[in-house]
C-alpha cells in the first residue's frame, strides 16, 4: 500500500497571507495525486487533480505542484472560507489519503 | 446538478450489520463507478470498496474484505455498502464518493454509523 504523509498537521496563518502545505508519497504516484478541503460536518471537497489541474469552480488562489512522490498544495491570500482541513489523495495504486493538514487562523 | 443522497444515520450493536445507501441524481448512473470511504473520528479517510456501476464488478479494501458488500441497483441509481460484524471501532462517517479515473468528483453527504452496545 502507498503510504501518504502530509505535512505540517496543523498550520497557523493569517488571513490575506499565504499556505503551503506537502504530501510525500512512499513509492511514486507520478502525477496521480488529488487535494481535497474538508469542513467540519461537511464532506470533502475536490480541489486539485493531476497534481496541479483545479477542479470547476475552485478559484485561482489554489494551486499545486508536483510528480513523482513530493507534491505541494499553495493557497495564495487566504481567505476565511479556506480555514479547513486539507487531503491528499494519491489514485496510482487505488486510493490512499494522507493524513490531512488543519489550516488555522493564526 | 450531480448530487449523491445517502441514507440517514444508524445506531447498531456490536455484531450487527449495516447496510449504506447512496442514490445519484443528476447524471448517468452507470458511466460512473463508486467508491465507498470511511471517516473514523481522529483518523485518516480510507477506501473500503469500488463498484462499476455499469457491470456490478468491485474490488474491496484487504481491511474491510471479509465484512464488506457493494451492490448496485441501476433502475433505482442507487448502490449500497454493508458492513457486518460490527464493532465500536466501525464507528465512523461513512461516505460514497463517484469515481472519476480515482479523482473523487462528487461525494455523499455522509453516513453517521454508530456502534455501541
Known amino acids: 500500500e502507498i503510504v501518504m504523509t502530509q505535512s505540517p498537521a496543523t498550520l497557523s496563518v493569517s488571513p490575506g497571507e499565504r499556505a503551503t502545505l506537502s504530501c510525500r508519497a512512499s513509492?511514486?504516484?507520478?502525477?496521480?495525486l488529488a487535494w481535497y478541503q474538508q469542513k467540519p460536518g461537511q464532506a470533502p471537497r475536490l480541489l486539485i487533480y493531476?497534481?496541479?489541474t483545479r477542479a470547476t469552480g475552485i478559484p485561482a488562489r489554489f494551486s499545486g505542484i508536483g510528480s513523482g512522490t513530493e507534491f505541494t498544495l499553495t493557497i495564495s491570500g487566504l481567505q476565511s472560507e479556506d480555514f479547513a482541513v486539507y487531503y491528499c489523495?494519491?489514485?496510482?495504486?487505488?486510493?490512499?489519503f494522507g493524513g490531512g493538514t488543519k489550516v488555522e487562523i493564526k | 446538478q450531480v448530487q449523491l443522497v445517502q441514507s440517514g444515520a444508524e445506531v447498531k450493536k456490536p455484531g450487527a450489520s449495516v447496510k449504506v445507501s447512496c442514490k445519484a441524481t443528476?447524471?448517468?448512473?452507470?458511466?460512473?463507478?463508486m467508491y465507498w470511504v470511511r471517516q473514523a473520528p481522529g483518523q485518516r479517510l480510507e477506501w473500503m470498496g469500488w463498484?462499476?456501476?455499469?457491470?456490478?464488478?468491485?474490488k474491496y479494501s484487504q481491511k474491510f474484505q471479509v465484512r464488506v458488500t457493494i451492490i448496485r441497483d441501476t433502475s433505482a441509481s442507487t448502490a449500497y455498502m454493508e458492513l457486518s460484524s460490527l464493532r465500536s471501532e466501525d464507528t465512523a462517517v461513512y461516505y460514497c464518493?463517484?469515481?472519476?479515473?480515482?479523482?473523487?468528483?462528487?461525494w455523499g453527504q455522509g453516513t453517521l454509523v454508530t456502534v455501541s452496545s
Open positions: 464518493a463517484r469515481d472519476n479515473g480515482g479523482i473523487l468528483d462528487h
Open positions: 443528476g447524471y448517468t448512473s452507470t458511466n460512473y463507478a
Open positions: 463498484i462499476n456501476v455499469g457491470n456490478g464488478n468491485t
Open positions: 513509492q511514486s504516484v507520478s502525477s496521480s
Open positions: 493531476g497534481a496541479s
Open positions: 489523495q494519491q489514485y496510482n495504486d487505488w486510493l490512499t
